[in-house]
């Protein structure tokens, strides 16, 4: 099972980008996917989760009401379409499956968790820079 993240680039404050998480070898349809972000001199940390039922997802405070989180079970990939982009926004991005988080829900204390996660992709950068 492998998770392929692409879509990260270089954008001026203020504009947007759209990140894909595609999966292979197995579906994602009964697992939570989660993106998370690693900026530079910074722990990893989660941005969003999007679990298995219909509106079960969370988003981490800073991001909010900027970035929206989607998946589409039938070409098995997940999105982050960002906006309104911040210099604090720089970081690799990372996308992660988790099955027990998607059965217990994105709205948990333990929703970003990284030992709950056992695919992970390889990282996308994003540059928020003018």
């Known amino acids: 099972f492998q998770l392929q993240a692409s879509g990260g680039g270089m954008v001026q404050p203020g504009g947007s980008l759209r990140l894909s998480c595609a999966a292979s070898?197995?579906?994602?349809?009964?697992?939570?996917i989660s993106w998370f972000r690693q900026a530079p001199g910074k722990e990893r940390e989660g941005v969003s989760c999007?679990?298995?039922?219909?509106?079960?997802?969370h988003y981490v405070e800073s991001v909010k009401g900027r970035f929206a989180v989607a998946k589409d079970d039938a070409k098995n990939t997940a999105y982050l379409l960002m906006n309104s982009l911040k210099p604090e926004d720089t970081a690799v991005y990372y996308c992660a499956t988790s099955v027990p988080v998607g059965a217990a829900g994105c709205q948990t204390p333990n929703t970003f968790l990284e030992v709950l996660y056992d695919n992970w992709g390889q990282g996308t950068l994003v540059t928020v820079s003018s």
């Open positions: 070898g197995s579906t994602l349809k009964y697992r939570a």
């Open positions: 999007i679990g298995i039922s219909d509106g079960d997802i």
